[in-house]
């Protein structure tokens, strides 16, 4: 069985060039229009729905609305490396339930976890390292990255 490297166990979804050609009109814009993206690949908006149904429903891709957290009132964001004892997916676990959070990988190298978090300041930062994260069962350690300048964040990779 083949996997993919973010759902290990589950077999890629193999796209055609069409489907591609969607999600490349959607990464460079979400908000175009299934009739817009239908001239572009050469389908009917009806069909171009269908696909983006499919593709959202088989976890392919998600459209969603990207912010700057800066500009809603989220002025610290951080990568922490985190240090395991134990199981990592436990741990893994429960740093995605926490609300901070937005992005949780494991890795292999100096840290077992990667959660990348977003608050409003550094007294939350605080707050959230040691009264959430250093407290979950298994977090041997923790290094915490400030960003200090988001230099560059796009989706638009394309899918190669």
């Known amino acids: ?11 890629p979804v193999q796209l055609d060039e069409v ?41 392919v891709m998600q459209v969603v609305a990207v912010t700057d ?8 964001q951080a990568m922490i490396g985190v240090r395991v004892t134990g ?20 890795t292999a190298g100096s840290f077992d976890i990667l959660a990348e978090v ?3 300041n550094d007294d939350d930062l605080i707050s959230l390292l040691n009264k959430q994260i250093r407290s979950i069962d298994g977090v041997a350690s923790t290094e915490t990255f400030v960003y200090l300048k988001l230099q560059k964040q796009f989706y638009n990779w394309g899918t190669r």
């Open 87 to 106: 199981d990592t997916t436990v741990v893994a676990e429960k740093l995605s339930a926490l609300t901070a959070v937005d992005y949780v990988v494991l």
């Open 1 to 11: 069985m083949t996997s993919s490297p973010r759902h290990p166990g589950s077999r």
């Open 69 to 76: 957290p800066m500009q809603l009132g989220f002025y610290r």
């Open 118 to 120: 977003v608050c409003e």
């Open 19 to 59: 489907s591609k050609g969607i999600i490349e009109q959607l990464q460079a814009d979400g908000r175009r229009s299934y009739a817009e993206i239908g001239k572009a690949v050469g389908l009917s908006e009806a069909a171009v729905r269908q696909r983006v149904q499919k593709l959202t429903d088989s976890g």
